[in-house]
């Protein structure tokens, strides 16, 4: 399984090597805004997505990111720019909607429902059925076995599907969740801030997942504030902040340093050092802060 | 934790594992099937007559009353809302087909189709206003209650000058309606009102719906997560009020029996009702909160209601009584249900 799966890796990576860019994005942003109110939640933000490819969206809280994957996912509506799928330009209206174009979103908190069975989880909403009107029933059987093969295609070995999903970890649950949009034959994938809430190896595991989700062909997007799970799998880097692009890079032009200093800023990170200083902060820890100063620093 | 340690590493070796005890101990509805078991053998032990078929009929007959609005109201705990407006909208079906069918001098058939309509509309509004203004439906349906037993008085004695609505024994329909609303079937020389009938079909129908229906994979998310359910494209809004309808479903037919099964209605009845239905739904193992729960469960709700309700005047006691003892069970029910469900879910 592992070896198979290195070697379909390597293979891919060959393939995406010569970096052929489809002529027409599978989904793109251009100068998209959105305000509530007064409030401008999210101004000129351009980015691309593509097949096989991942685009990161890096900010910290209140960056922006949230507005803009609403928008992408239809639970919003953006009133700047244009949101195009294979350069024809769209608005979503429902989240409906925006599946139906092939977008599907894994939220961080919401996506599943924790007292259904995985099963019940993985096909709510496109359940299988069979039958005629009012009599259609639900081929369990069927959904249950395809549940199991796609999940364990995806790497991971359940138990029983007929558990609740609740009971599973929280990277697994992502995972599910991943494999169920791969399933339904989304093209684009969003993955909001899949491992926020997860350990080191949890999130590791997760990574994987979308490394996978992108050799199957998908455009994924991937939101979070960790370059340090970003920079290993992304192609492409927006970045955020207060609802505005502070930069968007090709992985080419970028390193994970710089994309660190750029998230981070680094006056933030010297006022930061200064401050744990003085409240006697332990010596290490402002040694390590002081030393990213100087990273930072020498970057600009 | 050794069991875990020997567990074989193939993956379907693995399945069967899980204690088939434990898997049945983690269905909704064992707590109060345990319960009625306890409460079955207590009551045929302190009573001779309790089990003798005819009062058995009675028991079921008490039971099916409950139960045909603990059917939808079990389907709408578990779509995660309840309604507390059930008791008082029976009576309004049931005064609305009387009345017009009375008022107009029409065959009664017209009034029943009538009050099926005005039923679903209740359910609907409930619905609607609930989905539209996003208040709990504790406020919404308590404003409805408040509202239909206010309507109810005061129209019936605004139509018919009375607080109960005049008699319609004579007219058209009435007999062919009261064959299938409030009849009796002989069974082995027990006679068994085809309400216990009407109940079990519902149910069945209700456990098919929800277990094996597209539907009833979104009534279990809306009620176990609504904004999940709606980010992966249920319609959140439509399933809702689609419950509240199948609730003023279930009220129309026990408003049409208890209409049928005498020949005129009460107009100030059916207040307080609505907690007995809410009462079997959680006797029956639905999770106050949604998202759990099951038909069959109520069902079993129901029919500790209607043993304990009979029971206690089969056993001669004062049925002054018998509140205090509906607390008490409800209250054992939930403790037993949290129990079992815990311990199963820990396995």
Redesign the interface.
């Known amino acids: 399984m592992n070896a198979n799966r290195i070697d379909q890796q390597t293979l891919l990576q060959n393939e995406q090597d010569p970096l052929t860019h489809t002529p027409v994005h599978l989904l793109s942003l251009d100068a998209v805004g959105k305000n509530y109110g007064n409030i401008v939640a999210l101004r000129d933000v351009t980015m691309a997505v593509d097949n096989g490819r991942v685009t990161c969206v890096l900010g910290d809280n209140g960056a922006g990111k949230s507005t803009l994957i609403k928008i992408i996912?239809g639970?919003h509506q953006h009133d700047a720019g244009t949101l195009k799928i294979m350069g024809e330009e769209r608005k979503f209206t429902s989240?409906?909607d925006a599946?139906d174009a092939g977008i599907a979103?894994v939220?961080q908190d919401?996506?599943?429902?924790?007292?259904?069975p995985i099963w019940?989880n993985f096909?709510?909403?496109?359940?299988l059925?069979s039958g005629f009107g009012p009599f259609?029933?639900?081929n369990?059987q069927q959904m249950k076995d395809i549940t199991k093969k796609e999940l364990?295609e995806m790497g991971i070995?359940?138990?029983?599907v007929e558990q609740?999903i609740g009971?599973l970890s929280g990277g697994e649950r992502q995972c599910v969740a991943i494999a169920r949009a791969v399933y339904f034959g989304a093209k684009v994938l969003i993955l909001d801030e899949p491992t926020a809430a997860l350990g080191v190896k949890q999130s590791g595991v997760v990574l994987r997942y979308i490394l996978q989700a992108r050799d199957r062909g998908l455009g994924v997007i991937f939101i979070t504030h960790n370059p340090h799970h970003a920079f290993p799998v992304g192609d492409r880097f927006l970045l955020l902040k207060r609802g505005t692009s502070i930069g968007y890079y090709d992985k080419k032009d970028i390193t994970l340093d710089e994309l660190t200093a750029q998230m981070a800023g680094g006056a933030e990170l010297a006022e930061l050092a200064h401050e744990l200083q003085q409240l006697g902060g332990h010596n290490d820890i402002v040694k390590e802060v002081q030393a990213d100063v100087a990273d930072v620093n020498e970057h600009r | 934790m050794t069991q875990t340690l020997t567990r074989p590493p193939v993956?379907d070796e693995?399945?069967g594992?899980?204690n088939p005890l434990q898997k049945l101990l983690g269905r909704p509805e064992v707590g109060a099937l345990v319960g009625a078991i306890v409460l079955f053998v207590f009551f045929a032990s302190v009573s001779q007559t309790f089990i003798q078929p005819n009062a058995f009929a009675t028991v079921l007959y008490g039971s099916s009353t409950i139960g045909i609005m603990a059917v939808g109201v079990s389907l709408l705990m578990i779509g995660g809302e309840f309604d507390l407006s059930t008791g008082v909208a029976v009576i309004s079906s049931a005064l609305t087909a009387s009345m017009f069918s009375w008022y107009f001098s029409v065959n009664v058939w017209v009034g029943v189709v009538l009050a099926l309509v005005v039923s679903l509309g209740i359910g609907y509004i409930n619905g609607w206003i609930l989905m539209k203004t996003k208040l709990p439906s504790f406020i919404v349906t308590l404003a409805t209650f408040l509202m239909l037993t206010g309507l109810n008085l005061g129209l019936t004695r605004l139509i018919g000058g009375g607080v109960s609505s005049p008699s319609i024994s004579t007219m058209d329909g009435f007999a062919s309606a009261q064959a299938v609303f409030s009849s009796s079937v002989n069974i082995g020389g027990v006679e068994v009102k085809n309400t216990v009938f009407i109940w079990i079909v519902l149910v069945a129908v209700a456990s098919?719906v929800l277990l094996?229906?597209?539907v009833?994979?979104?009534i279990?998310?809306v009620g176990?997560?609504e904004?999940?359910?709606?980010?992966?494209?249920?319609p959140v809004k439509a399933t809702k009020i689609g419950l509240f309808m199948a609730v003023g479903f279930c009220g129309w037919v026990l408003g049409m029996h208890n209409l049928f099964a005498f020949d005129a209605v009460q107009s100030g009845e059916g207040v307080g009702n609505e907690f007995l239905y809410i009462i079997a739904a959680v006797i029956g193992g639905c999770?106050l909160t949604g998202?759990?729960g099951s038909a069959v469960g109520g069902a079993v709700g129901a029919f500790i209601f209607g043993m304990a309700n009979k029971g206690i005047v089969y056993a001669q006691w004062n049925p002054d009584w018998f509140k205090f003892f509906l607390g008490l069970m409800l209250l054992l029910a939930t403790i037993v249900n949290l129990i079992v469900k815990r311990r199963a879910?820990l396995k």
């Open positions: 996912a639970l989240p409906r599946l979103t939220y919401l996506a599943v429902v924790p007292l259904m019940r096909f709510l909403g496109s359940e059925t259609k029933s639900l369990v364990a070995d359940l138990r029983d609740p009971q | 993956v693995r399945v594992r899980r098919w094996r229906t597209k009833g994979n979104w279990f998310a176990g997560d904004n999940a359910a709606r980010a992966v494209g249920v999770l998202g759990y879910e």
